[in-house]
């Protein structure tokens, strides 16, 4: 089906990065018909990992944060509806349902919804100076509660966020303590031995951990939180506590509209779920992967961004698969950290180092059956042949068997391990 033969309202419900790629695809697709992009917070769509980094930082302001200029919408007409809230799907019907009551009518849907917080039912949550972590909104509160220094923040959570939200809050010269489940911060995603290089990173910056450990109780002074108590009985003093302890798939209308979900929406590769006429895209989409023949959930901005392209795509019936390999970064104090591959096929097996973790500069490279599968790269300079990324993907997608003893060798070029070995 070529764009212009599509007729009737393509409405996409979630205005994130996911959903704002999908409209913008489909204007430079040639698709003319009705876009209707309806988001449920009051700012222009935004993406993620400045909310968190640069822009916590005060290193960037807000507009460094939006998927496109805020006029882009009018001059491609496309019809955004911020602050609304869709409340039901009639796949039968072909409409959704808005909170003020209208029903929509659509000839695509896509569900672009996203992820909420998790949260812990923990007595005190409700003191202010407690929050959770995902919007721009929170961003702005917790750069203002931050940085002026001096405060005792309380970090529940040692995964990605926990620990990007940690430096920051450091960086800022606040006494920062952090709780985790796992004996080792990120261990569950990268293994204890690069878990400890990010543990030791953050302690020479001042960071405190209390690992494994828990919050039992928050208590508070006049409305506001004041301390933490842990499941330990220790009494942890706090002015600001930020509960990141990872998200959940959106996928309430989803459940409701009859389509099959499962770790999130479940779809094809190429972003169908199970109702026709109804794609999903982003943090909410559980996609089968043509890599893994598995399907794969990915709450990484470069998911949204390849899936809104994939999902739009293919609603105007073109070819399109969500194939590419998953990739994200991350930034704490000096260090600069890029990721590519499947944590799930990299759990369990050792990695091999290039570099020096002393150094704060090297490739950490997952295998199974001699094939890469994951790897990260840490402050590796972009300078040497094609870059560490571009080979890291190279290997994954080509199922390039290779060495470990290669790998890990320096003194052959990152461009060299590409090629058979003799």
Not at 223 to 239: N, R
Not at 292 to 297: L, S, V
């Amino acid at each position: 089906m070529a764009a212009g033969q599509v007729d009737g309202n393509i409405v996409i419900v979630g205005a994130g990065l996911a959903g704002a790629t999908a409209a913008r695809t489909l204007r430079s697709e040639g698709y003319s018909g009705p876009v209707i992009l309806i988001g449920s917070e009051g700012h222009n769509p935004y993406i993620r990992p400045p909310l968190s980094k640069d822009y916590l930082l005060g290193k960037e302001g807000e507009d460094k944060a939006a998927v496109v200029p805020r006029d882009w919408y009018e001059e491609n007409d496309v019809d955004l509806r911020l602050g609304a809230s869709v409340t039901g799907i009639r796949p039968d019907a072909g409409t959704v349902l808005l909170n003020d009551g209208t029903a929509l009518p659509y000839q695509s849907l896509l569900l672009a919804t996203g992820a909420v917080p998790r949260t812990i039912p923990l007595p005190g949550s409700e003191l202010s100076g407690v929050t959770t972590f995902r919007t721009l909104d929170d961003s702005r509160w917790l750069r203002k509660s931050l940085d002026q220094g001096g405060k005792n923040v309380v970090m529940i959570g040692s995964g990605w966020i926990g620990m990007e939200l940690a430096a920051a809050a450091a960086t800022y010269g606040n006494n920062v303590t952090l709780l985790g489940l796992e004996d080792v911060p990120l261990g569950a995603a990268i293994g204890p031995e690069l878990g400890r290089f990010f543990r030791s990173l953050h302690e020479a910056h001042g960071v405190d951990f209390r690992l494994p450990a828990s919050a039992h109780e928050l208590r508070g002074s006049d409305g506001a939180v004041s301390a933490v108590v842990t499941d330990s009985g220790e009494v942890l003093p706090a002015d600001v506590v930020v509960i990141a302890v990872g998200v959940e798939p959106a996928v309430g209308l989803a459940h409701t509209a009859g389509l099959k979900v499962d770790n999130g929406i479940l779809t094809d590769a190429s972003l169908r779920t199970s109702v026709p006429g109804i794609f999903a895209a982003g943090d909410v989409a559980n996609a089968l992967h043509p890599f893994t023949g598995e399907h794969y959930r990915s709450e990484h901005w470069s998911n949204a961004l390849n899936g809104g392209k994939v999902a739009a795509r293919a609603m105007l019936g073109q070819d399109a698969t969500h194939s590419t390999i998953p990739y994200f970064y991350t930034d704490q104090f000096e260090v600069s950290m890029e990721y590519s591959g499947f944590p799930a096929l990299a759990t369990g097996t050792e990695p091999v180092i290039r570099g020096s973790l002393e150094d704060k500069e090297f490739i950490a490279f997952w295998q199974r059956d001699s094939r890469v599968v994951a790897g990260m790269s840490v402050n590796w300079p972009r300078t040497e042949g094609p870059g560490a990324q571009k080979v890291i993907k190279a290997l994954i997608s080509g199922r390039h068997p290779v060495g470990p003893e290669r790998l890990a060798d320096a003194s052959t070029g990152l461009d060299q391990v590409l090629l058979p070995e003799a």
